[in-house]
């Protein structure tokens, strides 16, 4: 037995250092672009429901006010003119905590994108040949670091405001649809114009996925080591998974009696994603299991269990439980920590 449990731990350790090793990615389901009056392109990314103001959420004057603090300690007057930048402000954590931050200045390609759409006689072109990075969810495109400072004097706040309005123009569920990009043309008075909107391709999310895994398991003091079988039916828009549905079947190895016994369990499952970010998830699930095929002492039969499941990582969930027969009779704790393979 204990070999067995050894094994079992090794393949959890493997499996959890992508705790520590996974980055989270950079996503950006809708992009906005601003066209400000000093010709300068300011872009919002994020995914945009119709419900949480941009006003809320972006703060763009205060990143650029810590930024030019920041940039100001350098003794930089002026880019060359002749050369396309590229600034990128990051900030290294630790326990969650901010312990650095840090800027990132490099050379690239300069290249002018023109999109004329089909439907309107306007160009739209993003106006500036540097650009700054300030966050994961605003960037800056300009030429001269004046530019940059004179946007420190203009109200955001109404800017975004009115930039809101215009985009909620559509109704929600269009919004909600599927991605896209926006070009909208701010004025001297904070006044904004929707010049064009398009919706991109959504990758649907509607899947069907089987799936299986191993587990480590503590009841009634005694750990024990399972595999599991398991078909979701996954369901999201916007690039991003939302919920799901699934149906399990577990193998449980007991050897608290010096025996192999294996307890057989069905498990009907929902979860749900609260992340807006697809390529890191924020998954809680509601599990509940019956004991479809009792071997030895440890359960009775008839029985039932709760769990509560918390996905840390895309490998790894952790399952707090409760067993329990008929109907919440003879209720005792569990707990799981569940590999996905």
């Known amino acids: 037995m204990t070999n067995k449990i050894i ?25 906005i672009r601003m066209q400000m009056p000093n010709e300068t392109t300011i872009e919002s990314r994020s995914t945009y429901d119709g419900k949480h103001d941009l006003a809320g959420n972006l703060e763009i004057k205060d990143l650029l006010n810590v930024f030019l603090t920041r940039w100001a300690v350098l003794n930089i007057a002026e880019l ?7 600034i990128k402000c990051s900030t290294i954590k630790e326990y969650d905590k901010d312990i650095l931050h840090t800027i990132t200045i490099e ?29 994961s969810k605003v960037a800056i495109y300009f030429n001269t670091m004046k530019q940059l400072e004179e946007l420190t004097k203009y109200d955001f706040s109404q800017i975004l405001k009115n930039t809101d309005q215009q985009l909620k123009k559509k109704s929600d569920w269009y919004l ?9 043309k701010v ?10 909107q398009i919706n991109t391709m959504a990758t649907t999310n509607d899947q069907i996925i089987l799936s299986a895994g191993t587990s480590l398991e503590n009841v009634k003091g005694t750990w024990n080591g399972s595999f599991y079988t398991r078909m979701t039916v996954q369901l999201g828009n916007k ?14 190895y007991d050897f608290s009696s010096g025996k192999e016994n294996i307890n057989h369990w069905v498990d009907l499952g929902y979860q749900r994603n609260f992340s807006k970010n697809p390529n890191k998830g924020d998954w809680y699930g509601l599990n509940l299991g019956y004991l479809a095929k009792q071997n030895g002492d440890l359960f009775e039969k008839d029985s039932f269990r709760l769990g509560i499941e918390k996905k840390v990582t895309e490998n790894i969930s952790i399952v707090p439980q409760i067993y329990f027969n008929d109907f919440f009779k003879n209720p005792y704790p569990g707990f799981k920590i569940k590999i996905h393979l």
Do not use: C, R
């Open 176 to 184: 909600k649809a599927s991605p896209f990009v926006a070009w909208v």
């Open 7 to 31: 094994l079992l731990s090794g393949l959890l350790f493997l499996f959890s250092i992508k705790i520590f090793a996974a980055n989270e990615n950079k996503f950006h389901s809708d992009t």
């Open 187 to 196: 004025n001297e008075d904070n006044s904004a114009k929707l010049l064009h």
């Open 239 to 252: 690039n991003l998974a939302k919920q799901a549905f699934s149906l399990g079947y577990e193998w449980m």
């Open 80 to 86: 060359e003119a002749n050369k396309a930048i590229l």
């Open 107 to 135: 050379e690239i390609a300069s290249t002018m994108s023109i999109s004329f759409p089909t439907d309107t006689a306007i160009a739209l072109v993003i106006k500036g040949n540097n650009k700054l990075e300030l966050n």
